[in-house]
T-cell receptor
Framework: RKEVEQDPGPFNVPEGATVAFNCTYS??????FFWYRQDCRKEPKLLMS???SGNEDGRFTAQLNRASQYISLLIRDSKLSDSATYLC????????????FGTGTSLTVIP | IAGITQAPTSQILAAGRRMTLRCTQD?????MYWYRQDLGLGLRLIHY???????GKGEVPDGYSVSRANTDDFPLTLASAVPSQTSVYFC???????????FGPGTRLTVL
């Protein structure tokens, strides 16, 4: 079983739609959680960290469910510029220097 | 330099050749990392370094070596390249082993 699993998509949504991605992780002793965004042929860039209480940044909301071992990302009012691949990243307590990346979920926002 | 840089941007290499990918950061981050990204597999950690003078093995270290002589530089060496090492290589750095990582622009390596 992979340490971090994501639905690869692709998700094709119209502008203005709300879309949600989930990511599951295998190790209950996970410590840090992040969502990264990666544009085609570019490096990943941090979108937001995910905190236990959940957090929001503009149109983006991240949630953590430790009991079910998943994190989620909600994007409201989708923009064309949101088209990218979204990577779920988990850092495990036992191997704190190692970050495990999901394979990414592809999002295309359609005009 | 602003952030983290990698060189070369891309490279085509004959199998069996030695190759060093360079990575430099100017953020004075303690931790640095090398990943490879392959279609369908996502990013996988090759080697990491918590601080200058120390290195550790990641998920896929075989065929690769690293050194961390100072804070800023973290080169990745392929001693004898093989076609399965064809990939996009990303270097990253972070302030600590648990905080967000900043990535370089990547090196596209093709081994023929």
């Amino acid at each position: 079983r992979k340490e971090v699993e994501q639905d690869p998509g692709p998700f094709n949504v119209p502008e203005g739609a709300t879309v949600a991605f989930n990511c599951t992780y295998s190790n209950s002793a996970s410590q840090s959680f992040f969502w990264y965004r990666q544009d085609c042929r570019k490096e990943p860039k941090l979108l937001m960290s995910v905190y236990s209480s959940g957090n929001e940044d503009g149109r983006f909301t991240a949630q953590l469910n430790r009991a079910s071992q998943y994190i989620s990302l909600l994007i409201r009012d989708s923009k064309l510029s949101d088209s990218a691949t979204y990577l779920c990243v988990v850092n495990f307590r036992a191997t704190r220097n190692q970050f495990y990346f999901g394979t990414g979920t592809s999002l295309t926002v359609i005009p | 330099i602003a952030g983290i840089t990698q060189a070369p941007t891309s490279q085509i290499l004959a199998a069996g050749r030695r190759m060093t990918l360079r990575c430099t950061q100017d953020m004075r981050h303690n931790a640095m990392y090398w990943y490879r990204q392959d279609l369908g597999l996502g990013l996988r950690l090759i080697h990491y370094s918590n601080t200058a003078g120390t290195t550790g093995k990641g998920e896929v270290p075989d065929g690769y070596s690293v050194s961390r002589a100072n804070t800023d530089d973290f080169p990745l060496t392929l001693a004898s390249a093989v076609p399965s090492q064809t990939s996009v290589y990303f270097c990253a750095s972070s302030d600590s082993g648990e905080s967000e990582q900043f990535f370089g622009p990547g090196t596209r390596l093709t081994v023929l």
